[in-house]
């Protein structure tokens, strides 16, 4: 089992952050830019890869009392991740991205995936400053 985990402070208290991480209508715009989520009947989802082309079944929930979100992909259970929203004392948030590929050799290279986890807590961090600044 291979695991990747992110964090990157946020500009906003966790419950806006939250709704900005977890709104099916602005996934695409913090997420891995390759891929598409499909919001079938929660919790089912469908991701597209656009790198490979392929449509994968998963699963995706959100626990809002906890500013949690889970997925994973419903047949294979090649991969699970989980989102994580904290506040802090500044009237900030910090968000975690944890990534766990069950699979050994599954999933892209470690390198690609540091770097996406990196630019999407980034694009996502941008969506909430945004969002906080009326934009």
Do not use: C, K, N
């Amino acid at each position: 089992m291979t695991e990747y985990e992110r964090s990157r402070t946020m500009p906003a208290l966790p419950e806006p952050v939250f709704d900005e991480a977890t709104d099916p209508a602005r996934l695409d715009a913090w997420m891995p830019r390759e891929l598409h989520v499909r919001v079938d009947d929660p919790p089912a989802v469908t991701v597209h890869e656009d790198r490979s082309g392929t449509e994968e079944r998963g699963l995706l929930r959100t626990r809002q009392d906890q500013l949690r979100m889970e997925w994973g992909t419903r047949d294979a259970g090649r991969y699970a991740g989980w989102l994580q929203v904290a506040g802090l004392d500044t009237g900030t948030s910090e968000v975690t991205i944890h990534l766990s590929f069950f699979e050994d050799g599954a999933g892209p290279a470690p390198e690609t995936v540091e770097r996406e986890l990196d630019e999407s807590l980034a694009r996502l961090e941008e969506q909430v400053r945004l969002r906080v600044d009326g934009g």
